[in-house]
């Protein structure tokens, strides 16, 4: 995965597709009683010409990190 393409090139996805999917990944957060506080779409990526949308993870407690590598750990296993 990257984050990176030809700048001759616009990305196809949107500030939609971004909101949308950062839906989805706070349900998921939730879902694993994770809540990232800081957690949204990186508004200041918007203003590039040919911007791709990107979502700020942001910072979290221990707590929090301890039980998301918990959860991905878990997935991982499965």
């Given at each position: 995965m990257t984050d990176h393409f030809p700048l001759d090139t616009?990305?196809?996805?949107?500030?939609r597709d971004a909101?949308?999917?950062?839906?989805?990944?706070?349900?998921?957060?939730?879902?694993?009683?994770?809540t990232l506080p800081s957690l949204g779409l990186d508004l200041p990526n918007?203003?590039?010409?040919?911007?791709?949308?990107l979502i700020a993870l942001g910072n979290c407690n221990l707590?929090?990190?301890?039980a998301l590598t918990a959860a991905l750990l878990k997935a991982a296993a499965q």
């Open positions: 616009p990305p196809d996805d949107t500030p909101e949308e999917q950062l839906t989805l990944l706070r349900d998921a957060l939730r879902a694993n009683a994770i918007f203003a590039a010409r040919y911007a791709q949308p707590a929090t990190a301890e």
